[in-house]
């Protein structure tokens, strides 16, 4: 598939659709089983981190509450003393080298849960800032989530 400022090899039967987008080359594939992955080459590319809501142990979260007792804890996962806050991150990060460029690369811990994709922060520099790129699918099923992770080592960027 080539998209003028990259390309990769992927399975024949994914599609693209064309998205506007202004200040990016930014879009949509879909493979056989009709899962979305999103590209963005550009400035603004998201960097693919998880929601992260606060993970903090219910130990801390006393002390914490001691110290400032008007904290919003609302959007805090509060964890036991037995449990892993590994436990509470769905994807496993990896960084390596595609193309030359240093690259983030996410798969999820379980099949279907989670994100799989890859995130550079800079290939080069253009009017805007630093030209990020993004390439990722959230949620896919086994077949689409392979396909993917193959196709991110092929990806090569024009210089």
């Known amino acids: 598939m080539d998209f003028r400022s990259f390309e990769f090899q992927a399975p024949k039967d ?13 879009g ?29 142990s219910r130990q801390d979260l006393s002390e914490l509450l001691m110290v400032n007792p008007t904290s919003d804890t609302t959007n805090f996962v509060i964890i036991n003393e037995n449990e892993n806050i590994e436990d509470f991150i769905l994807s496993k990060l990896t960084y390596k080298k595609i193309d030359g460029y240093q690259a983030k690369i996410l798969e999820p811990k379980q099949t279907g849960k989670g ?5 550079i922060d800079s290939l080069k520099t253009g009017s805007l800032g630093k030209i990020r790129f993004n390439l990722y699918g959230k949620n896919l099923n086994k077949e689409s989530q392979t396909e993917l992770l193959k196709a991110i080592h092929t990806l090569r960027f024009s210089h």
């Not at 994100?115 to 995130?119: E, H």
């Open 28 to 56: 949509i594939i879909v493979t056989k089983n009709n899962d979305s992955i999103f590209y963005d080459y550009g400035p603004y590319s998201n960097p693919l981190e998880e929601p992260s809501k606060p993970i903090i």
């Open 115 to 119: 994100m799989t994709g890859i995130y």
């Open 14 to 26: 994914w599609r693209t659709i064309s998205t506007k987008a202004y200040d990016s080359n930014a």
